[in-house]
C-alpha cells in the first residue's frame, strides 16, 4: 500500500471523525472505522481508527446510557404524573369528606345553640314564674322578701329613706260570700293592675303580699312621696267602682293603706319596717275607718 492510499485513508479517517464529533454518521460510517482496524495499513491510521473506534463506542455507551437515563426520568415522570393524580383524587375526597364532616358539625353546634337559647329562656320563664304570683302577675312573697332585703341592704349603706306600703282589700271576706271565689280573683287581678300602674320608677315593685293583702317598695322614698303614693293607690281602686253591695263602708270595693317610712341603720331591720307598715295598715283598718291611709315613722 503506497502513501497515496494511507493519505486517503488518514482524510476518509479524519471525516469520519468530524462526522462522529458532529453526531451526524450512519451505520456505513461506523463499519468504515472498524474496517481500518482490522486491516494492515499503516501503524498511525490503526492506532486512530482504534481510539476513534473506542470513543465512539465509548460516546455510544454514554447515548445508550443517557437514553436509559432519560426513559428511567420519564417514567418515574409518569409515576410522578400519576402519584400526583392519585394524591389530588384523595385530597379531593378527603377535602369532600372535611367538608361534609364541618357541614355536619356546625349544623350540630347551631343545634346546640338552639337547644341552650330554649334553656335559657325556660329557665327565665320559670325564674318568672317563681317570683310571680299566679292569678295577680304582680311580685309574689318570695319575691318581695328578696328584694326587699336587698332594697334594706342598699339603703343602710347609701342612708337614705326607705319606705313600704302594705295594703288590704276592705270586707274582702264578704265580697267573696257575696259574689263567689271566682269574681273575688277577678277582683284582686283589677286592683292589681291599678297598683302596678301607680310605679313610676324602675326600682318601685307592687307585689302580692297574700291573700287579699298587696304591698307597695319604694327604694328612696321620704313620708311626703309614700302618702302620696298611697292616695294614688286608694283613689284608682276606688275609680274602679267594683261593685260589694256587703261591704260595710261603702257601695263599691276600697282598700286600707298602711304605710311607714325610715333610714335603715345597725339598729333596726326590715322586720320593723314591715311592722311598722304592718301596725300602720290595723289603724287604718280599725281606728280609720278603712277606706284611707296610715303611717308610722318609727315603733312605740
Same mark, same amino acid.
Given at each position: 500500500?503506497?502513501?497515496?492510499?494511507?493519505?486517503?485513508?488518514?482524510?476518509?479517517?479524519?471525516?469520519?471523525?468530524?462526522?462522529?464529533?458532529?453526531?451526524?454518521?450512519?451505520?456505513?460510517?461506523?463499519?468504515?472505522?472498524?474496517?481500518?482496524?482490522?486491516?494492515?495499513r499503516h501503524p498511525l491510521i490503526a492506532e486512530l481508527s482504534e481510539s476513534i473506534?473506542?470513543?465512539?463506542?465509548?460516546?455510544?455507551?454514554?447515548?445508550?446510557?443517557?437514553?436509559?437515563?432519560?426513559?428511567?426520568?420519564?417514567?418515574?415522570n409518569e409515576k410522578i404524573d400519576e402519584y400526583s393524580k392519585t394524591l389530588k383524587?384523595?385530597?379531593?375526597?378527603?377535602?369532600?369528606?372535611?367538608?361534609?364532616?364541618?357541614?355536619?358539625?356546625?349544623?350540630?353546634?347551631?343545634?346546640?345553640?338552639?337547644?341552650?337559647?330554649?334553656?335559657?329562656?325556660?329557665?327565665?320563664?320559670?325564674?318568672?314564674?317563681?317570683?310571680?304570683?299566679?292569678?295577680?302577675?304582680?311580685?309574689?312573697?318570695?319575691?318581695? &322578701?328578696?328584694? !326587699?332585703?336587698?332594697?334594706?341592704?342598699?339603703?343602710? $349603706?347609701?342612708?337614705?329613706? =326607705?319606705? @313600704?306600703? *302594705?295594703?288590704?282589700?276592705?270586707?274582702?271576706?264578704?265580697?267573696?260570700?257575696?259574689?263567689?271565689?271566682?269574681?273575688?280573683?277577678?277582683?284582686?287581678?283589677?286592683?292589681?293592675?291599678?297598683?302596678?300602674?301607680?310605679?313610676?320608677?324602675?326600682?318601685?315593685?307592687?307585689?302580692?303580699?297574700?291573700?287579699?293583702?298587696?304591698?307597695?317598695?319604694?327604694?328612696?322614698?321620704?313620708?311626703?312621696?309614700?302618702?302620696?303614693?298611697?292616695?294614688?293607690?286608694?283613689?284608682?281602686?276606688?275609680?274602679?267602682?267594683?261593685?260589694?253591695?256587703?261591704?260595710?263602708?261603702?257601695?263599691h270595693v276600697t282598700i286600707s293603706l298602711g304605710v311607714s317610712v325610715v333610714t335603715?341603720?345597725?339598729?333596726?331591720?326590715?322586720?320593723?319596717?314591715?311592722?311598722?307598715? &304592718?301596725?300602720? !295598715?290595723?289603724?287604718?283598718?280599725?281606728?280609720?275607718? $278603712?277606706?284611707?291611709?296610715? =303611717?308610722? @315613722?318609727? *315603733?312605740?
Amino acid at each position: 500500500m503506497d502513501d497515496n492510499d494511507d493519505l486517503t485513508n488518514l482524510k476518509t479517517l479524519i471525516e469520519l471523525c468530524s462526522a462522529i464529533a458532529s453526531g451526524k454518521y450512519g451505520k456505513a460510517d461506523v463499519d468504515t472505522l472498524f474496517e481500518f482496524t482490522k486491516e494492515e495499513r499503516h501503524p498511525l491510521i490503526a492506532e486512530l481508527s482504534e481510539s476513534i473506534g473506542f470513543m465512539l463506542v465509548k460516546i455510544e455507551g454514554r447515548e445508550l446510557a443517557l437514553e436509559m437515563r432519560i426513559q428511567e426520568l420519564q417514567q418515574a415522570n409518569e409515576k410522578i404524573d400519576e402519584y400526583s393524580k392519585t394524591l389530588k383524587l384523595r385530597v379531593e375526597e378527603r377535602t369532600e369528606e372535611l367538608r361534609r364532616k364541618n357541614k355536619a358539625l356546625t349544623l350540630e353546634i347551631e343545634k346546640k345553640e338552639e337547644i341552650q337559647k330554649a334553656l335559657e329562656m325556660a329557665n327565665e320563664k320559670l325564674i318568672l314564674i317563681s317570683n310571680q304570683d299566679g292569678l295577680t302577675g304582680l311580685a309574689n312573697r318570695r319575691r318581695f &322578701d328578696d328584694y !326587699l332585703n336587698r332594697e334594706w341592704s342598699a339603703h343602710k $349603706r347609701i342612708k337614705k329613706e =326607705f319606705a @313600704l306600703i *302594705l295594703c288590704d282589700v276592705d270586707h274582702f271576706k264578704y265580697y267573696n260570700d257575696t259574689y263567689g271565689h271566682r269574681a273575688g280573683d277577678d277582683c284582686l287581678k283589677r286592683i292589681a293592675r291599678a297598683l302596678g300602674g301607680c310605679m313610676r320608677r324602675p326600682r318601685d315593685m307592687a307585689a302580692r303580699y297574700g291573700g287579699e293583702e298587696f304591698a307597695a317598695i319604694l327604694p328612696e322614698t321620704g313620708l311626703d312621696g309614700a302618702l302620696q303614693m298611697a292616695e294614688n293607690i286608694r283613689s284608682r281602686v276606688e275609680a274602679l267602682n267594683i261593685l260589694h253591695e256587703s261591704s260595710k263602708i261603702c257601695d263599691h270595693v276600697t282598700i286600707s293603706l298602711g304605710v311607714s317610712v325610715v333610714t335603715p341603720t345597725l339598729d333596726l331591720t326590715e322586720k320593723d319596717l314591715i311592722e311598722m307598715a &304592718d301596725l300602720s !295598715l290595723y289603724e287604718a283598718k280599725e281606728t280609720g275607718g $278603712r277606706n284611707c291611709v296610715k =303611717f308610722k @315613722l318609727n *315603733l312605740d
